[in-house]
């Protein structure tokens, strides 16, 4: 779709999903992430609600503010 993000989060669970295309820079950020998951099936991280501020940053950081989408709780 025009004008997509290439970042997007995702209610799952208690806490959220992160969609976000292959960043070495980022992969390396998110392993930082107390209770992030990797979740195979989904190809997207999994995070604990609280640590949402901090993912959102860290999103920000590697992709830039323009390509990530703000969650939606």
């Known amino acids: 779709a025009a004008g ?4 997007t989060f995702e209610k799952f669970g208690k806490g959220w999903l992160i969609h976000s295309p292959y ?4 992969v390396d950020g998110i392993k ?4 992030r ?3 195979g099936d989904m190809k997207a991280w999994s995070f604990p609600k609280d640590m949402l501020s901090a993912v959102v940053k860290l999103a920000k950081d590697c992709y ?6 703000e969650p939606v709780a």
């Open 32 to 35: 930082n992430i107390p209770g």
């Open 37 to 39: 998951k990797w979740v």
């Open 4 to 7: 997509a993000k290439a970042v």
């Open 23 to 26: 960043d070495p820079m980022f």
């Open 64 to 69: 830039g503010a323009n390509a990530v989408a």
